[in-house]
């Protein structure tokens, strides 16, 4: 009887360890790096690009060239403050209350998790932005110049 109350112990004591180690996993994912290249390209690429493109950039905001997302836009706010998701248009735009100036236009919001993975890649300094589309290696495949992770 002795031993089987130690063995029941042993066994709840590595049940709450597991769980510990389950909570640091989760932490730790939530804070993993955003891959440009895997997940957001696809969703600029469906809902924004049409308009924010290279030629045709609405608002005088383009998700091409780094240097149309970052720069002032026709409001004279900032498209993408990298680092700083509240001082970027782009974030306040997704996130706005007034349908007629929330992004996408004329379209239902972007998902809840679609949004937050935009707000996250701009905390982490919006890296690889202005490499759409993705350029390829027509020798290997590989991805040129992307985030690769
Ligand atoms: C159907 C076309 C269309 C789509 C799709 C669209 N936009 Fe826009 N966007 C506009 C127009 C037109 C404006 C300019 C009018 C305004 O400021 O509301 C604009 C303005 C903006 C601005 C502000 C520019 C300024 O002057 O401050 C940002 C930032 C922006 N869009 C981001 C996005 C993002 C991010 C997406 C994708 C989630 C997106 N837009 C999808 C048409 C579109």
Request: charge should be neutral.
């Amino acid at each position: 009887m002795k031993g089987y109350i130690s063995k029941m112990e042993g066994v709840s004591a590595f049940y709450y360890f597991t769980i510990i180690v389950l909570l640091f996993a989760t932490v730790s994912c939530s804070e993993e790096r955003i891959s440009f290249n895997a997940q957001i390209r696809p969703i600029l690429n469906k809902n924004c690009v049409s308009c924010h493109g290279g030629i045709k950039q609405s608002g005088g905001f383009g998700l091409v060239f780094a240097e149309n997302a970052l720069r002032k836009t026709e409001s004279g706010k900032i498209g993408i403050v990298p680092g700083k998701p509240n001082q970027s248009e782009m974030y306040q735009r997704l996130v706005h209350h007034d349908p007629e100036q929330r992004m996408p236009l004329e379209e239902a919001p972007l998902k809840a998790s679609e949004i937050t993975l935009i707000k996250q890649w701009i905390e982490q300094g919006a890296q690889s932005l202005g490499l759409y589309p993705a350029t390829t290696s027509a020798a290997t495949g590989d991805p040129i110049g992307m985030d690769q992770q």
